[in-house]
Every structure is written in structure tokens, then in C-alpha cells.
């Protein structure tokens, strides 16, 4: 089965633009969740998504939004983006979400640089 | 303030050796715990885990010993083998972790053959 796809794998933009990025998480997932990658960081949260509702979300300023469509795929947006916004933005799909012991299938990633 | 925190940012390890990969946290109310591997310009994929009731489990390989009074988490490889070669997360989550999952910042394993 189809794993979690995301879109698009690179990109580059500049300081005060906008990104939209998307994810299709594995066929039957309704859980959704978006994670920041960066060298000094790890992975932090951003938000998770079930059956289009935002369920739980990080600590990130409000330029960072998302949302979820009916058929479980995902979008991300980050508004006036800053250099610090430069990271890998991984999305990851699950049944039920991660409440307990649910394991996440993670995208390849989209990266982000912002010059 | 990080509630989970792996201080070694990275570990060499020579073939057929044990790997001992090292995991922290803060926060006694998480009650499962999780290990991912991530190889370069791919996403974490889950490896092994561990509920808060257990304090070992073991899957091949790799097993994950887990002391809840120290509040500290290992995962053993043995033996290592260079294919392990990659970056390993440890996570938790329960205990008002809002539903998500709390990772640390990694540690990079180089299995040397």
C-alpha cells in the first residue's frame, strides 16, 4: 500500500513569501500530524489533524497554519517567511493519532530553505 | 524546556558490536515510548517500542530497556552492523502531551565496518 506522500520535495523561497505544502497520508489514516526538522532541534511538533479538525498543536507563532480535507490529505501554509523557517517539514499519517500507543508513518519530507 | 533529551549527538560503534543508544525524560506522566530511524533525505520510520507497564522489549536486534524511576530509556543493537547507520530518535508520548508525539534531537550512529 501507498505510503505517505508529500509535496513538493524541494523548494526555495524568499524571505516575506508565502509556502503551501502538501500531504496524502496512507490510504485509511485519518490522523495527519506535521513536524519541523532542523540540525539543532530535532523534530518538533507542529499540529495534528483528524477528520478535518486540528486536534492538537505545537508552539509555533500563528504564521504557521494547516488544515485537512475530507479525504484525509493535508496542507500546510507558512506566511511572511523568515530565514529561521529553513528546515525539513515532515508530515506523518496514523489511524487514530498518536494518543497512546499509536506508531506515525513518516513522509520523505519537504525541504524548505528560505533565502 | 525538553522533555525528552538524548545527549549524545552522535556514537561510532565497530561491526558486530553493541550499539547503546541513550534517551532522557522529564516528564513521568508519559506512559509510551517510541524509537525511529532516519536515513538521509528519507523520513523516521518506527523501529521499536516500549509501554510505560513493561521495561523491556526486544525485536530482533534491537531492544529497548526502560527504567521508569531514572526516567531513562535505552536501545540496544546487537550485533551493529553498518546498515544501522543512521539517525535514531527517541519519543514519547501520554501525560499531557496533548495527543502528540515528543521527540528529542537525535542521535547519528556510524556502525564502521
Known amino acids: 500500500k501507498a505510503g505517505v506522500t508529500q509535496t513538493p520535495r524541494y523548494l526555495i523561497k524568499t524571505r516575506g513569501q508565502q509556502v503551501t505544502l502538501s500531504c496524502s497520508p496512507i490510504?485509511?489514516?485519518?490522523?495527519v500530524s506535521w513536524y519541523q526538522q532542523t540540525p539543532g532541534q530535532g523534530l518538533q511538533f507542529l499540529f495534528e489533524?483528524?477528520?478535518?479538525?486540528?486536534?492538537n498543536k505545537g508552539n509555533f507563532p500563528g504564521r504557521f497554519s494547516g488544515r485537512q480535507f475530507s479525504n484525509s490529505r493535508s496542507e500546510m501554509n507558512v506566511s511572511t517567511l523568515e530565514l529561521g523557517d529553513s528546515a525539513l517539514y515532515l508530515c506523518?499519517?496514523?489511524?487514530?493519532?498518536?494518543?497512546?500507543?499509536?506508531?506515525?508513518?513518516f513522509g520523505e519530507g519537504s525541504r524548505l530553505t528560505v533565502l | 524546556d525538553q522533555q525528552v533529551k538524548q545527549n549524545s549527538p552522535s556514537l561510532s560503534v565497530q561491526e558486530g558490536r553493541i550499539s547503546i543508544l541513550n534517551c532522557d525524560y522529564t516528564?513521568?506522566?508519559?506512559?509510551?515510548f517510541l524509537w525511529y530511524k532516519k536515513y538521509p533525505a528519507e523520513g523516521p520510520t518506527f523501529l521499536i517500542s516500549?509501554?510505560?507497564?513493561?521495561d523491556k522489549n526486544e525485536d530482533g536486534r534491537f531492544t529497548v530497556f526502560l527504567n521508569k524511576s531514572a526516567k531513562h530509556l535505552s536501545l540496544h543493537i546487537v550485533p551493529s552492523q553498518p546498515g544501522d547507520s543512521a539517525v535514531y530518535f527517541c519519543?514519547?508520548?501520554?501525560?499531557?502531551?496533548?495527543?502528540?508525539?515528543?521527540f528529542g534531537k537525535g542521535t547519528k550512529l556510524s556502525v564502521k565496518p
Open positions: 506523518a499519517s496514523s489511524l487514530s493519532g498518536t494518543g497512546g500507543s499509536g506508531e506515525l508513518f
Open positions: 489533524y483528524f477528520s478535518e479538525t486540528q486536534r
Open positions: 519519543a514519547a508520548s501520554g501525560g499531557g502531551s496533548q495527543g502528540n508525539l515528543i
Open positions: 516528564n513521568s506522566m508519559f506512559d509510551y
Open positions: 516500549i509501554s510505560s507497564i513493561k
Open positions: 490510504s485509511g489514516h485519518r490522523s
